[in-house]
């Protein structure tokens, strides 16, 4: 199983961005797919999430300004990104739990870098 990100980019505050992630390989299902992000100096944080019925949540700090969704057809997850601010700057990740087998694991992309700078 692969994740790929992309949509990562520099930005002005106040801009948008939309991120992108694809998961492709052998699996049965995909259950919850998320962004996460890793700013400088930072710990990991969860960005948002949904889950495979569609309910959402969302870290406070984003809320209003960012939205997740999935394409469930084409195993993609999106993140888009209004009103952006120079605290938003940070790797972001993408996480799947994916059926391999019998059970589901956690899956991650490698990262796209957000930085939001005048």
């Known amino acids: 199983v692969q994740l790929v990100e992309s949509g990562g980019d520099l930005v002005h505050p106040g801009g948008s961005l939309r991120l992108s992630c694809v998961v492709s390989?052998?699996?049965?299902?995909?259950?919850?797919m998320g962004w996460y992000r890793r700013a400088p100096g930072k710990q990991r944080e969860l960005v948002a999430r949904?889950?495979?019925?569609?309910?959402?949540n969302y870290a406070d700090s984003v809320k209003g300004r960012f939205t997740i969704a999935r394409d469930n057809a084409e195993n993609t997850v999106y993140l888009q990104m209004n009103s952006l601010k120079p605290e938003d700057t940070a790797v972001y990740y993408c996480n799947a739990v994916v059926r391999v087998d019998t059970s589901y694991d956690d899956y991650w992309g490698r990262g796209t870098q957000v930085t939001v700078s005048s």
């Open positions: 949904v889950l495979s019925g569609g309910r959402t």
């Open positions: 390989g052998k699996f049965f299902t995909i259950d919850s």
